[in-house]
């Protein structure tokens, strides 16, 4: 479903999704209201949601749809504005799926070309998360289960002895919400310094930092180049460039901030973040993969692994997608494959190198 008060702009969408012979849009409205009104009377599978409509406003018409339909999957569109990255990213904390900013009128059409693809395969890879959900028992969000590990999905002792000096974090598509609660839930109970890398554009990583410090209570940030690493702070990777740690002229881990190409079609990468601190923390590095679409990190796992750290993934049930992390499960990289909710208090007993 589209929900987009503007009819030209409404009408774009439409043929962008139609353009792949896999979707169908089934249904079109102008504002919130009348979304709340078409989820009650079909299937949906994905909705993309407009951020500014008259009427019922995409913030509140967004409880309403996941009420009415909890399986259902939300991507947010806004014009790229340092409001809207608020609004927006707030939606995602409240269960939207991922979003996509809206290309600029004057960029011509490669923004436009580049807008469809990202929309189309955002849209494909959660309809099929669904899918593949709602073939399965009743789990999360009224969908599928899958349980927290497999025999499909060997999973890795974790190195006798393991004691972490650095957690590093990778999300992608669901993942503000999921870091939300896997912060939260860390909070005031690991002196570690933590390294986030989420795929977001430049104007939401900051915004996630600020709302991070206040709905987390930790010390969130967006580094700078150069900056050093400190325990107990969450450093989040900005938007548009790769976060690596390397050891300084004073050898303490220091920040370093690259404008060197995406890796995954992605920048920041969790393999690039995941491959330094592999390197300057060698095998005390304790890696945690969470829901997200595509590959990314799957190498900077193995490299973990290989130096002697320690790898934990997000289940299949809890995750929006199980790209990133399946990836990572299925390589048999991970030493545990858990939901959600068991992944902090997974990360403290590792911290305090307790057995599970």
């Not at 991507?75 to 990213?89: D, E, F, K, Y």
């Not at 790209?323 to 208090?345: K, Q």
Request: proline share 7%; charged share 15%; hydrophobic share 45%.
């Amino acid at each position: 479903m589209v929900v987009e008060d503007a009819a030209v702009v409404r009408g774009m969408l439409i043929a962008m999704l139609e353009s792949d012979p896999m979707l169908r849009v089934v249904s079109a409205v102008g504002d919130g209201a009348a979304a709340v009104q078409a989820i009650a009377r079909q299937t949906i599978d994905v909705v993309v949601l407009d951020i500014e409509m008259p009427v019922m406003d995409g913030l509140t018409a967004m409880p309403l749809l996941m009420r009415a339909s909890p399986g259902t999957r939300i991507i947010v569109t806004s014009a790229l504005t340092a409001r809207n990255a608020a609004i927006s990213l707030r939606a995602m904390v409240m269960g939207a799926a991922d979003y996509v900013s809206k290309p600029n009128a004057g960029r011509g059409l490669h923004a436009a070309d580049a807008y469809r693809s990202e929309l189309v395969a955002k849209v494909k890879a959660l309809a099929a998360g669904v899918r593949e959900q709602a073939a399965g028992p009743t789990g999360w969000l009224g969908r599928a289960a899958a349980p927290a590990a497999s025999p499909a999905y060997p999973t890795r002792p974790v190195p006798r002895g393991f004691r972490p000096e650095v957690v590093a974090i990778g999300s992608s598509t669901g993942g503000p919400q999921a870091l939300f609660q896997v912060i939260g839930g860390l909070a005031g109970r690991v002196g570690l310094p933590i390294l986030v890398t989420q795929h977001m554009p430049a104007a939401f990583t900051r915004v996630l930092a600020q709302q991070m410090s206040r709905q987390c209570a930790v010390d969130a940030v967006e580094p700078g180049d150069g900056d050093k690493v400190h325990p107990g702070k969450v450093h989040v990777a900005p938007g548009g460039v790769h976060m690596v740690v390397e050891r300084g002229g004073d050898g303490r881990p220091t920040i370093r901030l690259s404008q060197a190409p995406p890796e995954n079609f992605c920048r920041p990468s969790v393999d690039v973040m995941l491959r330094s601190l592999a390197a300057t923390y060698g095998a005390h590095v304790l890696a945690v993969i969470l829901t997200g679409m595509g590959t990314d990190g799957l190498k900077g796992c193995e490299q973990t692994v290989a130096a002697g750290g320690t790898v934990l993934a997000q289940n299949q049930a809890t995750s929006v997608v199980w790209g990133m992390p399946g990836a990572v499960s299925t390589a048999g990289l991970s030493s545990d494959i858990l939901p959600l909710e068991e992944i902090a208090p997974a990360i403290h007993r590792l911290v305090l190198n307790k057995a599970a």
